[in-house]
């Protein structure tokens, strides 16, 4: 397909993405001082990347038990405060050796 099929799809998304982040800022003008929104703003970021990440990390291995196996591998690390570094390694280590254990018995 030539690009100039694109563009109308590519002006589009610039065209609705510089919408999404200037019209909060021409039509609020005052600081926000509801604590509700100040929360829903505040924890806003957090909801949308586990949004995004969970269902890629299930996606993300051949069988569905591993990824199981890769989640509460994290869940377990992070719950005794381990790091980001320790988590993501601990997860997907825990994610290769079952899928090797797994390959073998199917």
């Given at each position: 397909?030539?690009?100039?099929?694109?563009?109308?799809?590519?002006?589009?998304?610039?065209?609705?993405?510089?919408?999404?982040?200037?019209?909060?800022?021409?039509?609020?003008?005052?600081?926000?001082?509801?604590?509700?929104?100040?929360?829903?703003l505040?924890y806003?970021?957090?909801?949308v990347?586990?949004?995004?990440?969970?269902?890629?990390?299930?996606?993300?291995?051949?069988?569905?038990?591993?990824?199981?196996?890769?989640?509460?591998?994290?869940?377990?690390?992070?719950?005794?405060?381990?790091?980001?570094?320790?988590?993501?390694?601990?997860?997907?280590?825990?994610?290769?050796?079952?899928?090797?254990?797994?390959?073998?018995?199917?």
């Amino acid at each position: 397909m030539k690009f100039n099929a694109f563009l109308p799809y590519l002006i589009t998304m610039a065209v609705v993405t510089y919408l999404v982040r200037a019209v909060p800022l021409v039509l609020i003008k005052k600081k926000i001082e509801n604590k509700f929104v100040l929360s829903f703003l505040y924890y806003m970021p957090y909801a949308v990347l586990t949004v995004m990440t969970i269902p890629a990390v299930f996606f993300a291995t051949n069988h569905i038990i591993t990824a199981v196996i890769g989640v509460a591998f994290a869940l377990i690390l992070a719950y005794f405060k381990k790091g980001l570094l320790t988590v993501a390694l601990g997860a997907s280590a825990g994610v290769f050796i079952t899928e090797l254990i797994v390959q073998y018995i199917v």
